[in-house]
């Protein structure tokens, strides 16, 4: 049992894409960023979850925006001029799409070592963390790695036209 958990936990080791949210380092696959532009005009759509922001117009691809911060329960934060959207190769059974991802500001890309990740806590079934992939350690802080195929669920995916 150990093996594998020492095999699950090299598997995270790699680069990652560094931001801020909130105050709090998260981080994501630098493998999952296609780009990082600056805010730009999002289009709201109707009748989409509070998160979703709208698309954007990306060199002639659109693309759904959403907003981290909303989607974690965080209060929301008006744009600065160090507010970024990543925008993202996310999967899930239906395929792959682009989505970008509102956050308040990149930090940097961080090669993450194994023995410097931990699994993320359980929290008890009341609270999901399926789109944790794990705790990355640094001097006195913790980034909370995101596994960015599952911050959303399929059936908000599907809300966002991934079909």
């Known amino acids: 049992m150990a093996e594998s958990m020492d095999q699950a ?15 709090e380092d998260y981080g994501v696959g630098i493998l999952k960023v296609r780009e990082i532009i600056g805010v730009m005009p999002i289009t709201p759509v109707p009748q989409t979850p509070r998160f979703v922001k709208g698309v954007i117009n990306l060199r002639g ?18 744009y600065t001029d ?3 959207i990543v ?22 890309v961080a090669h993450i070592k ?4 931990e699994n993320a806590p359980s929290f008890g079934v009341a609270l999901s963390t399926d789109y944790i992939l794990g705790m990355a350690k640094k001097e006195t802080a913790v980034s909370i790695l995101l596994d960015i195929d599952k911050v959303l669920t399929t059936e908000e995916l599907s809300l966002l036209g991934t079909n």
């Open 87 to 108: 925008v993202a190769e996310v999967k899930n059974e239906n395929g792959s799409m682009m989505m970008g991802v509102s956050v308040d500001s990149v930090s940097e």
């Open 9 to 23: 936990e090299r598997s995270l080791e790699g680069k990652y894409l560094t931001f801020s949210l909130n105050g």
């Open 61 to 78: 691809k659109v693309i759904p925006v959403i907003d981290l911060r909303l989607r974690f329960g965080m209060e929301p934060e008006d």
């Open 114 to 117: 194994a023995n410097e990740i």
């Open 82 to 84: 160090r507010t970024c």
